[in-house]
């Protein structure tokens, strides 16, 4: 143990992000102390992810049915991920990465809770029960998929299904309907989106670091992810399905996520 | 169920704690505050502050890993959703109390090493009964041993300590001050949410009040070496430094020793076991006394 006695840090001004080591950047942007600014910034102000005063835009049967039906995916994608990153958090190598995972649980907690309650909003009485019902087979699937890795104690598999894969395809998605959704929907996905982003550049870089220095699990890493393609290309056919997008928007929403794996250097 | 479960959203969380108590604060306290120079200046008084806090983050990761492994055994989404408020908070604790002992002059890669120099192998046997509950999923002994055993006592001690630095180390009473609220909110989602499962599953009380009996002769074996070790109250006579008489319990704990502050605490985590457990429909078993 160092002898020197020191100061808080915090005594003086919190030094700016891109000034740190890499060490003391990774504890910062792993803190629970920074996620509080971050949310802070966009949640304040707001009930169950919107701004409570906003007036409902009006909807046909049709299209309130077609988004029900939508939200009960995103909802069970948001259980798969709750689960997933709370059986990371045990996986996580280190006390910075359970700290952020923890942040993670947090989130896609709140997720799961503002997709519900926003199917109470619109009329649905019992809305874990309408998820049961309607949530899509790929999605379940997926769902089933994560417990698995978790189940395996496979830190660098879990965390690419979940933080890689899970995280982008709700990234795209979110992303892609937040233009077109009404106007409390839409606001509920685009602060959602902002979580999801920087869970992406967790998975993105704690796994790109791992790649780095565990060549040998490239292949194995690279062959999950074939194996969920089909899930994810699934996943995206029932939601543009879902939404009433054009079939070109598939592709483009496919070219979107497969970005993301690209970055990794497992395309291919 | 569902009524209640909805004091326990996140959206309740959110309003409750980032946005109320902690607001303004970093780690935990103010920006402005820090260690007072009288433990900061005094070799002894530092250690012994390290050697409390390493308790601290062994308890919290306990914890952490606890709450968030419940969250897969949890048998609804309103249960899952408000341990995942309370992983969140685990986490938190373990980065304040950790932050804490690097304004302690711990250097950060020296960390594991210190924690593993001092943590309380008592405290390390306490928690590795819960973690077996929790490994194997069983929901019911988890929350019992997390959310009315470990939290129960947590909060005692917490309470305890929050007393005795209140006018000494307003920084740490700071700290403390926001932990014990949030243990105030897990210890009330364990009475509420675990009556209906024990109601439900009677054949279940022997095996989870045999639980609580270990962990709570683990506990008080914790206090007893904890209390043990402490150098802090002689060091403070030893340099003439008046102890601050606050008020625990009823008790002065500036004019009680060490063995009965320990007997105290142990007394006051005991009893409220007691009162816990029977709300929510368990027989309290009094443990070995290490």
Known sequence: ?268 | MADFLNAYSIQNWLESCPQAYLEDTVFGHSSDEHEPDLIMENEVLRHDAIRTTVALVVGERCALAASSGLINAAPDEGSKRFLATQTLDEARHVEVFTQRLYDLGVAKEDLESVIAQHANPNLVKFAELLLEKVDKRDFLAGVVGQNIVLEGMAFSVFEMMHVMNAAMNPKFAHTLQGTIADERRHVGFGENRIGSLVRDNPARKPEIEKMQKEMSYWMLATFSQAFRDTSAVDELERIGQERTHSNYQGADLGKLSTNEMEALLGDTVLKEFKVRLGRIGLDYQSPDRP
């Open chain 1, 1 to 268: 143990m160092s002898d020197a006695k020191r100061r808080p840090p915090h005594d003086t001004i919190r030094p700016e992000l891109h000034d740190l080591d890499k060490s003391a950047f990774l504890e910062e942007v792993h803190s629970f102390e920074f996620w509080f600014q971050a949310v802070e910034g966009y949640l304040a102000e707001t009930t169950y992810g919107h701004d409570p005063e906003m007036a409902e835009d009006p909807l046909s049967d049709e299209d309130r049915e077609r988004l029900i039906g939508v939200l009960c995916n995103y909802c069970a994608g948001e259980s798969a991920a709750l689960e997933t990153a709370a059986g990371l958090v045990s996986l996580a190598p280190n006390r910075m990465t359970k700290v952020f995972l923890s942040t993670q649980v947090a989130d896609e907690g709140r997720h799961l809770e503002v997709f519900l309650h926003r199917l109470g909003e619109l009329g649905v009485e019992n809305p874990e029960s309408e998820v049961a019902k309607r949530a899509s087979p790929s999605m379940l699937a997926f769902k089933d998929k994560l417990a698995e890795l978790v189940a395996g104690r496979d830190w660098a598999s879990a965390l690419f299904a979940q933080n890689v894969a899970l995280e982008s395809l709700e990234f795209v998605v979110f992303g892609r309907h937040a233009k077109t959704a009404d106007r409390v929907t839409a606001q509920i996905l685009e602060r959602v989106v902002k979580d999801e982003r920087r869970h992406m550049g967790f998975g993105e870089n704690e796994l790109g670091r791992y790649l780095r220095d565990t060549p040998d699990s490239r292949s194995r890493i690279h062959d999950l992810r074939v194996e969920l393609d089909h899930l994810v290309d699934a996943t995206l056919a029932d939601t543009v399905r879902h939404l009433g997008l054009p079939a070109d928007d598939q592709k483009e929403l496919g070219r979107m996520y497969r970005e993301s794996i690209e970055r990794l250097g497992l395309l291919g």
